[in-house]
């Protein structure tokens, strides 16, 4: 039995035509009838990088009685040289989250996933403390499960006060350690037991988006080892990106 939030996340690969550019992660994620797909802005472009691909292609599941089955989709990131993905902003600047509409219609009868809601966000007063034991969700260096062709996990705590966007940016602090590929995974964390959630057989409360490493211009690369610390912005924002 496959673990319903393994299904909630998919290997993204980025492509300028027919070259493959870089790998990333993401998760679906539903608002009423609509769907979407979640990853990192700079996935799919990012200029100080020199970073412009024009499609991206995800792996989808499409027999449930066969996980080792599955087929490329290839989503077109501009239609009439006007991009197709929802961005956002906020008092503190850009925000590093992408939301993409998937057009039910010409999904494969038979796919199989999960997708996040708007009630698997987090909701004051639930409390997130610092510490807390959290999850990331993706592709590391494009490493996943290939037969299966499902993500792996690592394990987060909260390393920064949860709901206080850090030094005034719209994300808070991971401790973990993550790789090139992990961009756009979601970070969730367990909904406890008596949550009204737990009902749902995707009982995970999703926090955040993972985005990049975090470091410090005066490190001694010589004599200090990397932080270990990530930027996670905060999954709420993905309301303001789905409601157009």
Known sequence: ???SL????VRILTYQQQRVLTGATGFFFERGDRLFLVTSR?????????HFPDRIEIELHVDPGNMALSTGFSIPLYRERIAVWHQGEDTGGEID???IEIERSVLPDTIVYRAFTASHLHKPPEQVEVGTSILVVGYPLGFHDTLHHLPVVRHAVVASSFGLRFQGQGYFLTDARTHRGTSGAAVVMRIPHGHELRADDLPWMLLGIHSSRLDIGTRDLRLDEALGLNCAWYADMLLTLTGH
């Open 6 to 9: 393994l299904l909630t996340t």
């Open 1 to 3: 039995m496959i673990e």
């Open 97 to 99: 989250i992408a939301a």
């Open 42 to 50: 700079h996935v799919l472009i990012d200029a100080a990088s020199d």
